[in-house]
């Protein structure tokens, strides 16, 4: 019964929403649009991720686990759960990045090979200090980084917000504060934006994705991609 909405889904993004990623990513590196994501799906993901909370699917993920053995300073306190695609709202936002991949290609040039993501459970006090997704010179994998926000509701004072700057380089005041509304729409260049999470006031929760290269030698596909 559910094979209609599996097989022929109503696309995510419409094509203006599209140009306008990529013309925000061609000229300056990333682009945010509010209410991108439908209205519907916010709170299907939502649901989505409570109920993945609720059964202790979340962990803190790589950037936290050597830092407890290091000591080094906390770079981000919130947990994540990956998205598998076992459920419809999954599915769909996974078959809204699929067809988003293919716009960025043909219009970029992109060559993206796949498509990874998790939620994001940031408790109160939660952060996620300046960082890049990717560095450049490393073992080429993420390139576009995406991240949708799944809040019901997010006032002026509650925190949260996702600071932007420029480039590697800008050692600035941030160029951006993008709060973390419902259906908000980051994208930006996973090696070139520095961005970072400021302290959330109350519970927040995210989706974060990176559209990835393969990485394989030699013209061999990595076979652990
Ligand atoms: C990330 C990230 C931003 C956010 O997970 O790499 O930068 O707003 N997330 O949740
Ligand atoms: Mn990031």
Redesign the pocket.
């Known amino acids: 019964m559910p094979a209609v909405a599996d097989t022929c889904p109503r696309p995510l993004f419409g094509a203006n929403l599209e140009a306008a990623l990529v013309e925000g990513l061609a000229e300056r590196g990333w682009a945010a649009i509010e209410q991108a994501i439908d209205p519907e799906l916010v709170p299907a993901l939502r649901a989505r991720a409570q109920t993945l909370y609720a059964r202790n699917a979340f962990d803190e993920g790589r950037v936290g686990r050597g830092e407890a053995l290091t000591g080094a300073p906390r770079i981000?306190r919130?947990e994540?759960a990956w998205l598998e695609g076992e459920d419809a709202a999954e599915r769909r936002l996974l078959d809204g990045a699929e067809a988003l991949r293919q716009t960025l290609n043909r219009e970029l040039f992109l060559g993206l090979f796949e498509f990874e993501a998790?939620f994001?459970h940031?408790p109160e006090g939660g952060f996620?200090r300046r960082?890049l997704?990717a560095f450049a010179g490393g073992v080429k994998s993420r390139v576009v980084?995406f991240?949708a926000?799944l809040n019901e509701a997010w006032a002026e004072g509650d925190g949260?917000e996702?600071a932007m700057w420029t480039g590697p380089d800008d050692t600035g005041e941030p160029t951006a504060l993008?709060a973390?509304k419902p259906g908000t729409l980051?994208v930006m260049l996973s090696e070139r934006i520095p961005?970072?999470?400021r302290p959330a006031a109350r519970e927040?929760l995210?989706l974060?994705g990176w559209f990835r290269v393969n990485p394989g030698v030699g013209g061999v596909l990595d076979p652990a991609a």
């Open positions: 981000r919130a994540i998790h994001a940031y996620y960082h997704d980084s991240v926000y949260g996702l993008i973390p980051v961005h970072e999470v927040r995210s974060a």
